[in-house]
Each structure stands twice: as structure tokens, then as C-alpha cells.
């Protein structure tokens, strides 16, 4: 299955940043979808994760307040809007679809991942 990121780039810290992520629908419509990052020399990390209806999210609390996770499921798009940048985000930003229709933050309960997109804050 492919899911495809887009939206990563360079960005002055301060600034935002979209993130999008398209996957065919029948991995999509029915299930939650999460957004993780992975740094150089860091583990793969929960960032946010929105359920199938797209009524509930939940988010890592050093991103808070400051993104927000969206869905459009006649679109099979979810997005991911990043605002107040910091160089720790700074980061390979994978979207992935879940097994189940409520999201979580375990890598483990996602079936599909994206390639991934590579998003920079400079600070």
C-alpha cells in the first residue's frame, strides 16, 4: 500500500509548515491515521494521530498546542499543520494508517507507512 507524504522543506524556526499525506481508500476510509517523525540518531517518535471519523485526536505533548492533525476522508487526504517551528522538530515526518479505527501512539498498532518527508527548522 502506498501512502504518500509531501509538504516537508526547509523552515526558519518560528515559521509553519503543512504536511500531507494521501492513501487509496480502502486502507484508509475505515481506519485512524498517525503522523511520527524520526531525527538522526533518534527513535521513530508519535507526533499525532487522528481517528477514522476524524472527531478525535491525540497528540505528543511536545507538539501541543502547536499542531494540529486533520483529515479529509473524500479526499483520503490527512494533514498535519505545524506551526511555531523549533529546531527540535527538525526531523523525517512518516504518516501512517492504523489497524483500527481509534488512533494511538504505538508504532506497532500501524499497518502502512508513508516514505516519509524530511522537514528542517532553522534556527
Known amino acids: 500500500v502506498q501512502l504518500q507524504a509531501s509538504g516537508g522543506g526547509l523552515v526558519q524556526a518560528g515559521g509553519s509548515a503543512r504536511l500531507s499525506c494521501a492513501a487509496p481508500r480502502r486502507t484508509f476510509s475505515n481506519n485512524a491515521v498517525g503522523w511520527f517523525r524520526q531525527a538522526p540518531g533518534k527513535d521513530r517518535e508519535f507526533v499525532a494521530t487522528?481517528?477514522?471519523?476524524?472527531?478525535?485526536?491525540h497528540y505528543a505533548d511536545g507538539v501541543k498546542g502547536r499542531f494540529t492533525i486533520t483529515r479529509d476522508n473524500a479526499q483520503n487526504m490527512v494533514s498535519l499543520q505545524m506551526w511555531t517551528l523549533k529546531p527540535e522538530d527538525t526531523a523525517v515526518y512518516y504518516c501512517?494508517?492504523?489497524?483500527?479505527?481509534?488512533?494511538?501512539?504505538?508504532?506497532?498498532?500501524?499497518?502502512?507507512w508513508g516514505q516519509g518527508t524530511q522537514v528542517t527548522v532553522s534556527s
Open positions: 487522528i481517528n477514522w471519523r476524524g472527531g478525535t485526536t
Open positions: 501512517a494508517v492504523s489497524r483500527y479505527a481509534t488512533g494511538s501512539g504505538d508504532r506497532q498498532d500501524y499497518l502502512y
